[in-house]
């Protein structure tokens, strides 16, 4: 189990450059954030230095998990790698993209903690509205919004209405729509935070069984030490603010299910990544 992330990049470069940011294969890196900084309202009274000097590479078919106590800026962070607001230093790549330019080509979809789902649509219309605002025709439409609820095991549930459902029941909606038109990256922050520790359960299982099906990226975000290292291959320990990364713990579990939270390598993981944030907090 190593705290060390991937090799360390040129700090100087502005620019992420094809040479650095791919992966064994020659493939772009699915997201690659070099030398990254975000001051919120620079040069005012109200000044906030969010995120200093952060360097992390994420490959595709990752799953990455960013914690760190309240504030550290791990929202922040997955904002800027879905260019819902701009670095102050540094840059963010996407596929060997700029942010904005995957941003434009839909490369990646979001899951937050609230569902947000559309009361007067039905299940599978809630799935089918960025289909719609696409452009894709009605009947392609359906047939993807079929497809995505077998997915989430929901078929059964296509013409109920989001309140008919229960709250693990609508997450899983919101990740069908999420992933309805092919994205590559899933951004996903705290999407379960609201949920019962039994649901919630369940969907980390659920979650990991999209993931292994689909191959997707997903970037997820949590205040939970147990369910970050259940889920990830690696886990993105973050400082309090400003936020860094203090630390990038491997997480090698193999297949996880419901044996695994009782595994004693899972509890050296859970130790690892608590140890990991308690030295970022007094750094």
Known sequence: MSHTGHEERDMNS??????????????????????????????????IKALTGIDLRIDPGEFVTLIG???????TLLRLIAALTGVTEGSVAVNGKTADQARLDRDYSMVFQRAGLFDWRNVSRN?????????????????????????????????????????GMQQRVAIARAMSFHPQLLLMDEPFGALDEMTREHMQNELLRIWAETQITVI????????AVFLSTRVVVMSPRPGRISAVIDVDLGERNE???????????????RDALREGDES
């Open 127 to 167: 799935i089918e509205l960025p289909l719609e605002l696409m452009g894709w025709k009605a009947a392609e439409r359906r047939e993807r919004s079929a497809e995505m609820l077998d997915l989430v095991k929901l078929s059964e549930f296509a013409r109920h209405h989001p309140a008919e459902l229960s709250g």
């Open 69 to 75: 106590p309240s504030g550290c800026g791990k929202s």
């Open 220 to 227: 997820f975000v949590t205040h939970s030490i147990s369910e």
């Open 14 to 47: 502005a620019e992420p450059q094809p040479e650095d940011n791919g992966t064994p294969d020659g493939a772009p890196a699915a997201v690659d954030v070099a030398g990254v900084s975000k001051v919120f309202n620079p040069g005012r009274s109200n000044e």
């Open 259 to 273: 044996a695994t939270r009782d595994d004693p390598a899972y509890f050296s993981c859970v130790t690892a990544v």
